[in-house]
């Protein structure tokens, strides 16, 4: 038999994996938002992300038409007493300046 209170302790650290993730997707949508300004090389970007979350990947999607950043990365946590790997995928999209 397995007290309540510790049946307890994965839905705590799954809130808080869903808290971080919310936290990464804000910075990916940063990451993303700063690669899109005119003035902003690749170069410049690429260094950006690396400061702000380097296992980020940052995908530039150009065309005559439209331009956008995209920034995908995951959130990958173990919790005590669940059986698997949580696995977050997180998304952050800007389009470019004109």
């Not at 809130?15 to 940063?30: C, D, W």
């Not at 170069?43 to 950006?48: F, H, V």
């Not at 992300?49 to 950043?69: G, M, V």
């Amino acid at each position: 038999m397995v007290p309540a209170s510790l049946l307890c302790l994965p839905l705590i650290e799954l809130f808080g994996i869903y808290q971080g993730a919310i936290v990464k997707e804000q910075v990916s949508y940063e990451i993303a938002r700063f690669a899109s300004l005119a003035d902003i090389s690749l170069d410049q970007a690429l260094d950006y992300r690396q400061f702000k979350d380097p296992l980020a990947q940052l995908t530039s999607n150009t065309n005559q038409t439209s331009c956008s950043f995209l920034v995908s990365t995951e959130l990958t946590k173990s919790i005590t007493f669940w059986p698997e790997v949580i696995e977050v995928p997180i998304q952050g999209r800007a389009t470019c300046e004109k």
